[in-house]
T-cell receptor, first 115, second 116 residues
Framework: AQKVTQVQTEISVVEKEDVTLDCVYETRDTTYYLFWYKQPPSGELVFLIRRNSFDEQNEISGRYSWNFQKSTSSFNFTITASQVVDSAVYFCALSDQTGANNLFFGTGTRLTVIP | GAVVSQHPSWVICKSGTSVKIECRSLDFQATTMFWYRQFPKQSLMLMATSNEGSKATYEQGVEKDKFLINHASLTLSTLTVTSAHPEDSSFYIC????????????FGSGTRLTVV
């Protein structure tokens, strides 16, 4: 069965600090997809990244970067030089290879960036 | 990009009444849509999978007679909360799988339901 664990419930950082959000997953599938979503206070889910299980290359997008380690079943997310606008709940999620099934979400990490 | 429109964004209703939430895929056809519920400060939990032209598949513990799902067309799925109670107050969000989109899943903006 699929499972996503985000052990950090809440994190507070001071603006301009770097912060890493951890995500550990479990799955029996050999092919799967991992996602990160941002949920600001307004509630909508903002897509950040999707990563195929065969692609272990780290990815950087502006101040965001992701570290996918298949050996440890982790898909961590780092925000560099955090800003107040980064304050939100961040969810890591997992889907199977078909994509026909739903996303399994972690419990989320609430990030607060203090000005 | 793929857009899923969800309405209403918020609704307040009295106990015992029914509320309908709509989820529309605006620029693509969605044979499958998912309905999630999110309680305050909690994660998104899948309630049901809505399949166009067939019955929805409900997750364990979700009452199908209470949460009626209709997916009558390739662009519209509705969730009706029947005989709502205060404990049904939650954030409901739909998503659709867009095979063309780079990321595969597109979410609606969510509906905050408050039952008084």
């Amino acid at each position: 069965a699929q499972k996503v664990t985000q052990v950090q419930t809440e994190i507070s950082v001071v603006e301009k600090e770097d912060v890493t959000l951890d995500c550990v997953y479990e799955t029996r599938d050999t092919t799967y997809y991992l996602f990160w979503y941002k949920q600001p206070p307004s509630g909508e889910l903002v897509f950040l990244i999707r990563r195929n299980s065969f692609d272990e290359q780290n990815e950087i997008s502006g101040r965001y970067s992701w570290n996918f380690q298949k050996s440890t079943s982790s898909f961590n997310f780092t925000i560099t030089a955090s800003q107040v606008v980064d304050s939100a709940v961040y969810f890591c999620a997992l889907s199977d290879q078909t994509g026909a099934n739903n996303l399994f979400f972690g419990t989320g990490t609430r990030l607060t960036v203090i000005p | 990009g793929a857009v899923v429109s969800q309405h209403p964004s918020w609704v307040i209703c009295k106990s015992g009444t029914s509320v309908k939430i709509e989820c529309r895929s605006l620029d693509f056809q969605a044979t499958t849509m998912f309905w999630y519920r999110q309680f305050p400060k909690q994660s998104l939990m899948l309630m049901a999978t809505s399949n166009e032209g067939s019955k929805a598949t409900y997750e364990q513990g979700v009452e199908k007679d209470k949460f009626l799902i209709n997916h009558a067309s390739l662009t519209l799925s509705t969730l009706t909360v029947t005989s709502a109670h205060p404990e049904d107050s939650s954030f409901y969000i739909c998503s659709a799988r867009d095979p063309v989109a780079a990321y595969g899943y597109t979410f609606g903006s969510g509906t905050r339901l408050t039952v008084v």
